[in-house]
């Protein structure tokens, strides 16, 4: 009797609960019960694993087996069981081949090893393929289709939430975890009031013993991921990102080698898909974080062994890229490293650099006689308070849900007029967003307007002072942040972007009060 193996596999959860691989392996068992004998170390099974990918633990061990002449036989329930990739397929198949195993699949006439035996499993394994990628398009858009009609929430939960499947008559949803909402909660506080940097913030979290996310150490990049997250204020994305194949195999830009996964895009913001979930913290409180991470994250001074005055302020007035500080032979210069072969495309070649102790004193001494003419930061911030655009964020985000609700009724209608959808099926997913549509127009017609906010003159205009005549570095650079966006550099001249200043964690103190 020839000695064989067998090999069986199903690629989700929820077969292996079905219990289609037992079918299988009975399938297997009753085929070479009285052909070949199968020891029990020459059956491969592979439970909840994709059949794209070569990278199978089952799949790995038998064609180790195959290499070493440890048996003749291999039986296989279908072929799309061995790969569902007609390239993997090809692979396998040929190294069987190479190692004198016979293969032979049990839904498949029996042709021997003729080329009308090898162009049918070639044809089985070009639908086999064919049908996975039509299985995952379908899934996709079903999935997509729940999460825009608020029938389902994404499977993948972040910290402070608890992923609820969906029950009789319920759809699915994300559950607040008590002890991790509180951790949440507490972290956005001490980075909002200025609790030092995120490395002594997980510091303080470690010697505290609170678990992070995965059960162990907190890092600064941790806590980075969950300041940024947006579920923390209600309103949690899917559809965000999109697999990049277009760099793979090519030099990476950094570090050695070439790139062998691909890299995830974000997508346009309209193909985002909002879902509402229990808030954590308020937005105010969470757009306040998200203003200090970036201004931190501009400002960082890692990788910076000299003191810049003008780092991450010059920009370029050809590329818009930040100019660089170097130093060369004591001097300092602010150049721009996007003119030559890194420059983006349609941009032009260019030079665009500047002498340190040329611009740094003229942008001091402009920025001191603004400071000393109190008189003109109030008239920009009176101005400032009469634009329409400033309003509360909660009244932007419900005019920016509101656009997006229109949006998609449009989109609707425009189906209904193609014939992609039937009345009804129009009104069904009508109705739920015309309710909405008319809480929103309520909500913002009830919310009342922004407080004005007064600028403390005096206050600011004395600490300014003391500001001006200080001699550290850092403390200039608090000042020039504090009042300049950007300064853009061109052939002709340097044009400062003012800000009026509203921050509150600087060590200027705060300089605005709300009344």
């Not at 790139?259 to 757009?287: C, D, G, K, N």
């Not at 003419?373 to 400032?384: H, K, N, V």
């Not at 998609?408 to 069904?428: H, K, M, T, V």
């Amino acid at each position: 009797m020839r000695l064989a193996a067998w090999y069986a596999r199903v690629s989700s959860p929820r077969q292996e609960k079905e219990e289609t691989i037992e079918s299988q392996v009975e399938q297997l068992q009753t085929y070479a019960q009285s052909r070949y004998e199968v020891p029990p170390e020459l059956q491969f099974i592979d439970q909840a694993v994709s059949g794209e990918q070569l990278a199978r633990p089952g799949l790995d061990r038998l064609r180790d087996a195959a290499a070493a002449g440890a048996f003749e036989v291999l039986l296989c329930a279908h072929v799309d069981r061995l790969a569902r990739n007609l390239g993997a397929q090809y692979v396998v198949l040929e190294e069987l081949e190479k190692a004198g195993v016979e293969v032979i699949f049990l839904h498949q006439p029996e042709l021997g090893q003729s080329p009308q035996a090898k162009l049918l499993v070639n044809i089985q394994g070009a639908f086999a393929e064919y049908e996975r990628v039509l299985l995952q398009e379908r899934m996709r858009r079903g999935r997509l289709y729940r999460l825009r009609h608020g029938q389902s929430v994404p499977a993948q939960a972040p910290y402070g939430y608890r992923f609820q499947p969906a029950r009789a008559g319920q759809p699915s949803t994300w559950e607040v975890v008590p002890a991790e909402a509180t951790v949440v909660q507490q972290v956005f506080a001490w980075y909002q009031e200025g609790g030092g940097s995120l490395g002594e913030l997980a510091k303080q979290l470690n010697e505290q013993g609170t678990p992070s996310p995965e059960g162990k150490r907190w890092y600064a990049s941790t806590l980075g991921r969950l300041l940024r997250q947006p579920a923390y204020q209600g309103r949690a994305y899917y559809n965000r990102h999109q697999v990049d194949y277009r760099g793979v195999g090519q030099r990476r830009r950094q570090g050695q080698g070439v790139l062998r996964f691909p890299r995830y895009t974000p997508r346009p913001v309209e193909e985002w898909v909002e879902i509402s979930v229990p808030p954590l913290v308020e937005t105010a409180q969470w757009e306040a974080v998200q203003e200090r991470l970036a201004q931190q994250t501009r400002f960082a001074p890692r990788n910076n062994r000299h003191p810049y005055l003008l780092r991450s302020l010059l920009v370029c007035g050809v590329c818009d890229h930040t100019l660089q500080g170097r130093t060369q032979r004591g001097v300092v210069y602010y150049t721009c490293t996007h003119g030559g072969r890194q420059r983006p495309v349609g941009v032009p070649p260019h030079t665009c650099s500047v002498r340190g102790d040329v611009v740094e004193p003229r942008v001091w001494q402009a920025l001191a006689e603004l400071l000393r003419d109190p008189q003109r930061l109030q008239e920009a911030w009176a101005a400032l308070q009469a634009e329409p655009g400033t309003r509360p964020a909660e009244t932007q985000h419900g005019q920016q849900r509101q656009t997006r609700l229109r949006q998609q009724r449009q989109r609707l209608l425009d189906a209904y007029q193609a014939g992609l959808l039937s009345l009804e099926e129009l009104i069904e997913r009508q109705n739920p967003l015309d309710r909405e549509l008319g809480a929103l127009q309520k909500q913002l017609a009830a919310a009342p307007p922004a407080p004005p906010r007064v600028l403390a003159l005096e206050a600011f205009t004395q600490r300014i002072e003391q500001a001006l005549t200080a001699s550290e570095v850092e403390m200039q650079q608090e000042v020039l942040r504090l009042l300049i966006e950007r300064i853009v550099v061109t052939d002709e001249a340097l044009m400062v972007e003012h800000v009026v200043p509203i921050v509150n964690h600087s060590r200027l103190h705060p300089t605005c009060r709300d009344t």
